[in-house]
Nanobody, 113 residues
Framework: QVRLVESGGGLVQAGGSLRLSCVAS????????MAWDRQAPGKERELVAR???????NYADFVKGRFTISRDNAKNTMYLEMNNLKPEDTAVYYC???????WGQGTQVTVSS
């Protein structure tokens, strides 16, 4: 059973940066495409970025040029580097294994203006 644990969220001022991490248990991480999604209060969950098993990446338009998704298969870990954060980036950020369909528990990111 895959288990995903996110960390790295917090409170930051607009223009600041955060780095989220997602550590996966199990042996399928290296062959699984992974994604970061987010959900703001009162809004539906939306895709932020996706990375294939070979590290090809895709980004939502609203984060292009500001966020970078990456992975380290040796550490079973995926990252989301977030720069130039905006108040509208405030949300709970979730990582997801696209192979197993498993979500993590989420990490809160709050950006103050």
């Amino acid at each position: 059973q895959v288990r995903l644990v996110e960390s790295g969220g917090g409170l930051v001022q607009a223009g600041g940066s955060l780095r989220l991490s997602c550590v996966a248990s199990g042996s399928t991480f290296s062959i699984s495409a992974m994604a970061w999604d987010r959900q703001a209060p009162g809004k539906e969950r939306e895709l932020v970025a996706r990375i294939s098993s070979s590290s090809r990446t895709n980004y939502a338009d609203f984060v292009k040029g500001r966020f970078t998704i990456s992975r380290d298969n040796a550490k079973n870990t995926m990252y989301l580097e977030m720069n130039n954060l905006k108040p509208e980036d405030t949300a709970v950020y979730y990582c997801k294994s696209l192979l197993s369909g498993v979500w993590g528990q989420g990490t809160q990111v709050t950006v103050s203006s």
